[in-house]
T-cell receptor
Framework: DTAVSQTPKYLVTQMGNDKSIKCEQN?????MYWYKQDSKKFLKIMFS???????INETVPNRFSPKSPDKAHLNLHINSLELGDSAVYFC?????????FGSGTRLTVV | AQSVTQLGSHVSVSEGALVLLRCNYS??????LFWYVQYPNQGLQLLLK??????LVKGINGFEAEFKKSETSFHLTKPSAHMSDAAEYFC????????????FGKGTKLTVNP
């Protein structure tokens, strides 16, 4: 039973499209994050939610819109996809014992 | 704001040799420090973490790291490298009580030669 699961695992789409990535956790953690890993493997935080409320927004273009319908889910919607959005996106949660990461969604924009 | 510097984007060792991956941090408050490993096309796996208890932290797969406040360092070591250790390693820092976000270093790719 995967603690932090992301769907889809791979996503290939054309420039200009709108797409969503979903994240679900069964750990009961209050805080969830989206991280972006670029082609040089650099990991940078994008957003953080605590109990469905946005607490961190790290200068991400407003084409990216996170949504947390409940404490167990944090989805990422991206409008008007650009080539530079190609990356691996990781969902993560934080609990008393630390951070748990999902296995990532590899987004390729062509 | 906290930051992490990993010295050496690539480290190459022979199988059986000592592994030393360097990490220096900057933080305005006592930090929490982490090492993660990422195997090709996989997610991040926690190797070990420092949370202000013992300064020498033992992790999984025979890795350990020592927190040195005077040097603002948290270097990762393993006495004897194994082929399966070949991966990307990330050092990260967070500030408990702050935003609690993880700030990562740029990663070090470890190659293990037979």
């Amino acid at each position: 039973d995967t603690a932090v699961s992301q769907t889809p695992k791979y996503l290939v789409t054309q420039m200009g499209n709108d797409k969503s990535i979903k994240c679900e956790q069964n750990l009961g953690h209050d805080t969830m994050y989206w991280y972006k890993q670029d082609s040089k493997k650099f990991l940078k935080i994008m957003f953080s939610y605590n109990n469905k409320e946005l607490i961190i927004n790290e200068t991400v273009p407003n084409r990216f819109s996170p949504k947390s319908p409940d404490k167990a889910h944090l989805n990422l919607h991206i409008n008007s996809l650009e080539l530079g959005d190609s990356a691996v996106y990781f969902c993560a949660t934080k609990g008393a014992r630390g951070y748990t990461f999902g296995s990532g969604t590899r987004l390729t924009v062509v | 704001a906290q930051s992490v510097t990993q010295l050496g984007s690539h480290v190459s060792v022979s199988e059986g040799a000592l592994v030393l991956l360097r990490c220096n941090y900057s933080s305005s408050v006592p930090p929490y420090l982490f090492w993660y490993v990422q195997y090709p096309n996989q997610g991040l796996q926690l190797l070990l973490k420092y949370t202000s208890a013992a300064t020498l932290v033992k992790g999984i797969n025979g890795f350990e790291a020592e927190f040195k406040k005077s040097e603002t360092s948290f270097h990762l070591t393993k006495p004897s490298a194994h082929m399966s250790d070949a991966a990307e390693y990330f050092c990260a820092v967070s500030e408990e009580g702050g935003s609690e976000k993880l700030v990562f270093g740029k990663g070090t790719k470890l190659t293990v030669n037979p």
